[in-house]
C-alpha cells in the first residue's frame, strides 16, 4: 500500500480512483465494511482504491481537553488499512489552519483537481470541512458538478446499535474486551517496547515481561487472557497479563503492564511486542497476603491455560 504523508503537496497521487474519508480510528467493522466496498468497487472498474485520513485526530489539536484517546496507533491504522487491500492511505497533517478549510475548498481542490476521483463511498454521518459544514448531502451536490459519485455505505450494528469508535473506547474503559472486540472484528492489540521493571515478579515465583506501551489506550485495570507477539521470535506466545497499580504489594503505584508468557524463559529487554487482548478473567483487588496473591496469579495462569486448550486447533 502506497502511503502520501501529506497529499495536499505531494505530486505523487492516485488518479481516478475510488475512494472514503474519515479518522478510521480502530479501523472496526463498520469501517471495515466502507473499505471493503471501495476495494471491491475500485477493482470492478479497474481503478485504484484509495482512503483519505488524518492526523493527528482533529480534536487533539481542536479541543485537546476533549479529545479521544485513540484506539490505535498511526502504525496500526497503517496496517489493518492496508490488510483490507486499499491500494493508498492519504495521510493529511491536521492543523488550526487546515481546520479552517471550507468543505467547497477542500472538494475542488484535492478531490477533483488533485486526485480527479471517480467515486466515493461514506458513512452515513460523514462530516468534513470547517465547522463539520460538509456533510453526505453536500458532497454529492459537490460531486455531480466536479465529475465523482458520491454513495453512503449503511452501518454495522452490534446489539442492536451502530458499531463506532466511541462505544469501542468506553468498552475498552470498562475492560469489556468481549464487547470491544466483537466491534473490531479482532483482537484489541497493543504494541511497545519490553521494559526493566523492579523483577517482583521474578522474586515471587512468576517472572513478567514489563510492557511500555505505544497506544493511549490499555483497557481498564484488571487480568486478562493475552497472546503476545514478540518481534524477535516472529510468532505469538499464549500468555497472561494484569494491568493495574499492585495494590497487594505498594499503596501508591504507577499503573503498570505485566504479562507472564506461559513456558518462555528468553530475556526480551528492549524487544519491540504486539499484545493481544482475548479474554478478561477478573478485576485486580488487594489481597490480604503476598501468599495469596501467588495462589490467584498461578489460577490466572492455568485459566489462561484452558483458555487456550479450548480454542479449535489449526486445520479444525
Do not use: W
Not at 470541512?129 to 452490534?158: I, N, Q, W
Request: hydrophobic share 40%.
Amino acid at each position: 500500500m502506497q502511503v502520501v504523508r501529506d497529499p495536499l503537496r505531494s505530486t505523487d497521487l492516485p488518479r481516478g480512483g475510488v475512494g472514503t474519508i474519515g479518522n478510521f480510528d480502530g479501523v472496526h467493522l463498520g469501517h471495515r465494511k466502507i473499505l471493503e466496498t471501495v476495494v471491491a468497487r475500485a477493482r470492478e472498474i479497474g481503478q485504484p482504491s484509495f482512503a483519505i485520513t488524518f492526523e493527528p485526530h482533529p480534536m487533539a489539536v481542536l479541543r485537546p481537553d476533549r479529545a479521544p484517546r485513540r484506539i490505535q496507533t498511526l502504525r496500526q491504522k497503517e496496517e489493518a488499512i492496508e490488510a483490507i487491500g486499499i491500494d493508498a492511505l492519504l495521510v493529511i497533517p491536521f492543523t488550526r489552519d487546515f481546520s479552517l478549510t471550507e468543505p467547497e475548498d477542500f472538494v475542488r481542490t484535492l478531490l477533483r483537481d488533485r486526485l480527479g476521483a471517480s467515486e466515493f463511498y461514506l458513512g452515513a454521518h460523514f462530516a468534513f470541512g470547517r465547522g463539520k459544514r460538509g456533510d453526505l448531502a453536500l458532497l454529492t451536490r459537490l460531486g455531480a458538478e466536479c465529475g465523482f459519485a458520491v454513495s453512503s455505505v449503511p452501518e454495522v450494528m452490534y446489539e442492536g446499535e451502530p458499531v463506532s469508535s466511541t462505544r469501542i473506547r468506553r468498552a475498552l474503559e470498562r475492560g469489556a474486551i468481549g464487547e470491544a472486540n466483537a466491534m473490531l472484528g479482532r483482537a484489541y492489540e497493543i504494541d511497545g517496547i519490553v521494559s526493566r521493571g523492579d523483577r517482583v515478579g521474578h522474586q515471587i515465583g512468576v517472572p513478567t515481561i514489563n510492557l511500555e506501551p505505544e497506544n493511549e489506550l490499555p483497557p481498564a485495570d484488571g487480568v486478562y487472557v493475552t497472546e503476545i507477539e514478540i518481534r524477535s521470535f516472529g510468532r505469538p506466545f499464549p500468555s497472561v497479563t494484569n494491568i493495574g497499580r499492585r495494590p497487594t504489594l505498594y499503596e501508591e503505584y504507577r499503573t503498570t503492564i505485566e504479562t507472564y508468557v506461559l513456558d518462555f524463559s528468553s530475556d526480551v529487554y528492549g524487544d519491540r511486542v504486539r499484545l493481544f487482548f482475548l479474554e478478561r478473567l477478573r478485576e485486580e483487588r488487594k489481597f490480604p497476603s503476598v501468599l495469596e496473591l501467588k495462589d490467584q496469579i498461578q489460577r490466572d495462569i492455568a485459566a489462561s491455560r484452558d483458555y487456550f486448550a479450548r480454542l479449535p486447533a489449526a486445520g479444525d
